[in-house]
């Protein structure tokens, strides 16, 4: 990851229809991913008493293909 915060995350989860859930226990991080037909948008969260990042949370989104990342929006 090109992060200040988290070099790297393992990351765990479930998906419901259109939509994916992801944590990691140990840095206390939540993400959820939800799929259009043509982007995704998500959400991520760490928790008030995570090692990094603690209480950080922001949204961010694709633009046509997932490659195309466009800057989190708070």
């Known amino acids: 990851m090109n992060s200040p915060y988290i070099s790297s995350l ?3 989860g479930e998906a419901a229809g259109d939509a994916l859930k992801l ?16 982007d995704y948008i998500f959400s991520y969260s760490f ?7 603690a209480g950080d ?3 961010g989104m694709t633009d046509t293909s ?4 466009l800057q989190p929006r708070r």
């Not at 997932?66 to 990342?69: N, P």
Request: aromatic share 12%; glycine share 12%.
């Open 10 to 12: 393992t990351l765990s």
């Open 23 to 38: 944590t990691d226990g140990v840095n206390k991080a939540h993400i959820l991913i939800v799929w259009g037909v043509r």
């Open 47 to 53: 928790e008030p008493g995570a090692p990094s990042c």
């Open 57 to 59: 949370f922001g949204t």
């Open 66 to 69: 997932a490659w195309d990342y």
